[in-house]
Nanobody
Framework: QVQLVESGGGLVQAGGSLRLSCAAS????????MGWFRQAPGKEREFVAH????????RYADSVKGRFTISRDNAKNTVDLQMNSLKPEDTAVYYC?????????????????WGQGIQVTVSS
């Protein structure tokens, strides 16, 4: 069982930056692939980024590639999402998620545990 709590969201102007952090409970954090997803009003939850257990490999949605960076610290049980050059279309509730699958999967249905979500609003 893993409990996830996101922090760091808020309101920012277009072109600005935010750093989201997700703190995980439990001693098995390093065994999970971690991901970030987002959901805008009226839209389905979509994949943003994920990172392998070791942190060696990451993958991003095309819409955020080059602007967002995912990282993890297995000693601190945290996974972060650095978001730069933010756009109004990045406005959404952002979710941290964990999966016990061994590969980088990008469907929300592949993830076992979810945080409560945190609002990110980018004004134009």
């Amino acid at each position: 069982q893993v409990q996830l709590v996101e922090s760091g969201g808020g309101l920012v102007q277009a072109g600005g930056s935010l750093r989201l952090s997700c703190a995980a409970s439990g001693r098995t954090f390093s065994t999970y692939v971690m991901g970030w997803f987002r959901q805008a009003p009226g839209k389905e939850r979509e994949f943003v980024a994920h990172i392998l257990r070791s942190g060696i490999m990451t993958r991003y949605a095309d819409s955020v590639k080059g602007r967002f960076t995912i990282s993890r610290d297995n000693a601190k049980n945290t996974v972060d999402l650095q978001m730069n050059s933010l756009k109004p279309e990045d406005t959404a509730v952002y979710y941290c998620a964990a999966t016990s699958r061994l590969t980088l999967v990008s469907s929300p249905s592949d993830y076992d545990y979810w945080g409560q979500g945190i609002q990110v609003t980018v004004s134009s």
